[in-house]
């Protein structure tokens, strides 16, 4: 069996299993611990992982599992393809960001990602930006930090991640249940989440050797 594992994301100090479907179609995912971190890692046997809907959902369905276990954890999440040759690789990558690692853990502490878009009827008419004000501060009042996310069709009138404490998630449903009472007539509202913090933690970390 390959000793390569692929990294989905880093949590504080933890040690166990979860049965997953990986990227690669790993099975099980498990953590590697160094000091008071620990990755949350499945086996692999490449170091160059194929970007297709399947894996990329895989990383996403893993990261997300690990997210609501136990009752909930934090997790900062990796990029894509983070693939180590082992073990000891990724330790080393542990040891060196452990004071990012550790910073960003504790600013995300308890905090879930979700994402809203909402997308303008065919032919409808709509004050675009009257509603982007209005459903955003709806949805600002409602959570701790916000990032707009690219509006790649016409009919995207609002396409943003937000960031929530666990705790007041009923508050952000009910403004989400809000905008769609508002302009449900107008427009589709697509909610998403719990996710890891993609949009909120700004460490890269590379294919290592």
């Known amino acids: 069996m390959s000793d390569h594992l692929y990294a989905y994301?880093?949590?504080?100090?933890?040690?166990?299993?979860?049965d997953v479907e990986g990227v690669a179609g790993a099975e099980r995912a498990y953590t590697v611990s160094h000091g008071p971190l620990a990755a949350?890692?499945?086996?692999?046997?490449?170091?160059?992982?194929?970007?297709?809907?399947?894996?990329?959902?895989?990383?996403?369905?893993?990261?997300?599992?690990?997210?609501?276990?136990?009752?909930?954890?934090?997790?900062?999440?990796?990029?894509f393809g983070s693939v180590f040759k082992n073990a000891r690789a990724l330790k080393n990558v542990l040891r060196g960001g452990r004071r990012a690692f550790t910073k960003s853990l504790r600013e995300v502490d308890g905090l879930a990602e979700f994402g809203v878009k909402l997308v303008a009827e065919e032919d409808a008419t709509v004050d675009a930006e009257e509603i982007?004000?209005?459903?955003?501060?709806?949805?600002?009042?409602a959570s701790v930090g916000e990032e707009a996310n690219d509006r790649f069709s016409d009919r995207l009138v609002m396409n943003r991640s937000y960031l929530v404490e666990?705790?007041?998630?009923?508050?952000?449903?009910?403004?989400?249940?809000?905008?769609?009472?508002?302009?449900?007539?107008?427009?589709?509202?697509?909610?998403?989440?719990?996710?890891?913090?993609?949009?909120?933690?700004d460490i890269e970390i590379g294919t290592q050797g």
């Open 9 to 18: 994301g880093v949590v504080a100090e933890a040690e166990f299993e979860l």
């Open 40 to 79: 949350v890692v499945t086996d692999i046997d490449t170091m160059d992982p194929e970007l297709t809907d399947e894996n990329a959902r895989a990383h996403d369905d893993v990261l997300q599992t690990v997210l609501l276990d136990g009752g909930g954890r934090t997790v900062v999440p990796m990029q």
């Open 166 to 201: 666990r705790d007041e998630r009923a508050s952000f449903d009910e403004a989400v249940d809000a905008i769609t009472d508002d302009y449900g007539d107008v427009l589709t509202v697509q909610y998403t989440g719990p996710w890891p913090p993609y949009n909120f933690v």
């Open 132 to 141: 982007r004000t209005a459903a955003g501060e709806r949805l600002a009042a």
